[in-house]
């Protein structure tokens, strides 16, 4: 295994700009990312703070006392009794066999990170993975990427939504299994394919909800870096929540109009709208009959949307103080109770997350908070043997397939080696087509206004045909070559695929077949850098 870095971002937008610490965008943030004691400075801001860490502590050890692998994990929970102790955070939703690649790209930051800043610092630094109990998106979690041998396609379980949370939705384990069997198939058979088989559906037989299979899953993926899986939804940890969800009850109007400030601020700059938040959007959600349901705020009431429920302040604060567990965060909440609850020393997010973050900082300013230093996470590219091989048999260029190029390769390659001028004199032949039929066309409309409508759609009918007889001749020259031209449809596959990076449609247990289990771990002991710049993971 062998891991290359290369540069393909883009040099302009929001990411690049934040990169480069550019001045337009200084206001957005607390930090700096181009401030090279941006870290040390949180570590002070944060010993000015105080934290629940007792009542967290014992939280985090109830809840993975239930996981397979918690020996190095509960070390790291112990830590977080230290006032010292600090943490790298960053979360994602639990998507089935944790949803595409991205999501453990983030996880392997947050641990890296974590390690480095350590050492960095001299403070104890521990990892936290936030997950996305809370969020009801079915949709986006339901499904991964399968490819049937020429096409990736969305392989989804058949579940009914019904708007529950993701930790409250039950797994249907039998469908599930059933689910399972379909993606393994369209794996490619190695020595590991079996064995990963038999594993994943033994910790499907342990879980309940989406939460839990993500949540054994990624503790066995990182079963030896002491990761913490925090579930935001998880009812023991509402109750450490109540105080936090009180004061965003209390400050709601402030916090309406702070957000509507931050979107309006980070629109000006052109980076476009991130969130379009409504005005009455009062950025929690109430659960109601087992249904997340948004909270609304006008003329002094909260309205529960989609119902008939209206409620006073003290009305919800007593709600809150009875069921903290029917309340939760949205995408503005959640990185202050974020902020509220731990001590984030930085958040790792991705390039959408950096973007919606940046329309924040009033609200946590709303708080007394400051917005953490935010990381962006590993973008990478895993690069199996015989593409990698193909590539640079060939000479090809990776900056080229990374980036979407890949048919205008396999057009170019086949120009060069066949010197047919189709495109010439089909474009030549279609010109004088329709030369030759202006003068239908002008005696036509002389005679009759239907003959000429007769004679417009005669010439479209020529044309299709002239188009036909070109596909014809292309397919041709495609299928004389069809060996050659298809090692640029794999790579475009496998790099590229469905015109996308790699890490948004590719799921890791693909990546665990092809190069075992310890593939992650063997990925986090290359010496990787926790830059932004794009590495490619070479099988």
Not at 310 to 335: A, C, G, M
Not at 495 to 509: A, C, D, G, N, T
Request: hydrophobic share 40%; charged share 30%; glycine share 4%.
């Amino acid at each position: 295994m062998e891991v290359k870095e290369m540069d393909i971002a883009a040099k302009s937008g929001f990411l690049f700009d934040y990169l480069e610490g550019h001045p337009s965008i200084g206001d957005c943030f607390d930090y700096s990312q181009t401030d090279n004691e941006r870290f040390k400075k949180r570590v002070r801001d944060l010993k000015a703070r105080s934290f629940p860490r007792d009542a967290l502590v014992e939280h985090l050890y109830q809840t993975h006392n239930e996981l397979p692998y918690n020996h190095a994990v509960k070390q790291n929970i112990e830590k977080l009794l230290d006032p010292q102790t600090v943490a790298v955070v960053g979360g994602q939703q639990a998507g089935l066999l944790t949803g595409p690649l991205y999501t453990v790209y983030k996880a392997m930051t947050i641990i890296l990170l974590a390690k480095e800043q350590e050492r960095a610092l001299d403070v104890p630094v521990v990892p936290i993975f936030w997950v996305a109990g809370e969020d009801h998106d079915l949709e986006e979690v339901r499904f991964v990427y399968t490819n049937n041998g020429s096409a990736w396609k969305k392989s989804g379980l058949d579940i009914v939504d019904n708007m529950q949370s993701l930790s409250k939705t039950n797994l249907p384990v039998d469908k599930v299994s059933r689910w399972l069997d379909d993606v393994f198939k369209t794996l490619p058979e190695t020595d590991y394919t079996e064995d990963l088989t038999a594993q994943i559906k033994g910790y499907l037989e342990n879980s309940h909800s989406f939460v839990d299979f993500f949540s054994i899953l990624m503790n066995w993926l990182f079963k030896d870096e002491g990761l913490i899986l925090l579930d935001s939804d998880h009812p023991a940890l509402r109750k450490v929540e109540t105080d936090y969800f009180m004061a965003m009850v209390d400050q709601v109007e402030e916090l309406q109009n702070a957000q509507a400030e931050g979107e309006k601020r980070f629109s000006e700059k052109g980076y476009g709208d991130p969130i379009s938040t409504d005005k009455e959007n009062a950025h929690l959600f109430y659960t109601v009959k087992n249904e997340r349901k948004r909270l609304d705020y006008k003329d002094g009431s909260f309205y529960v949307r989609g119902t008939d429920i209206q409620l006073s302040k003290s009305e919800l604060v007593d709600l809150i103080t009875k069921h903290p567990e029917h309340f939760s965060n949205n995408v503005v909440t959640r990185p202050i109770m974020q902020e509220m609850l731990l001590p984030v020393l930085t958040f790792v997010a991705g390039p959408g997350e950096l973007r919606y973050w940046a329309t924040l900082k009033p609200a946590f300013t709303l708080f007394n908070l400051k917005m953490p230093p935010l990381t962006p996470r590993m973008q990478m590219t895993i690069v199996p043997r015989h593409v990698q091989r193909w590539v640079e048999e060939c000479g090809y260029s990776y900056e080229s397939l990374l980036t979407g190029k890949a048919m205008d390769m396999k057009s170019e390659w086949l120009e060069a080696i066949e010197d047919y001028p189709i495109e010439e004199v089909v474009t030549k032949a279609e010109q004088s087509i329709r030369d030759a039929h202006k003068d239908i066309q002008l005696l036509a409309n002389e005679m009759d206004d239907t003959l000429h409508k007769l004679s417009q759609k005669n010439e479209v009918m020529i044309l299709d045909q002239l188009d036909f007889i070109k596909r014809k001749l292309e397919l041709h020259l495609e299928q004389k070559h069809s060996k050659a031209l298809s090692k640029f449809d794999e790579a475009d596959s496998w790099l590229y695929p469905l015109k996308r990076p790699q890490e948004r449609v590719i799921h890791p247990i693909l990546l665990l077949n092809l190069a075992g289990y310890d593939a992650i771990g063997r990925i986090m002991k290359q010496k990787l850098s926790l830059n932004p710049t794009h590495k490619l993971v070479f099988l």
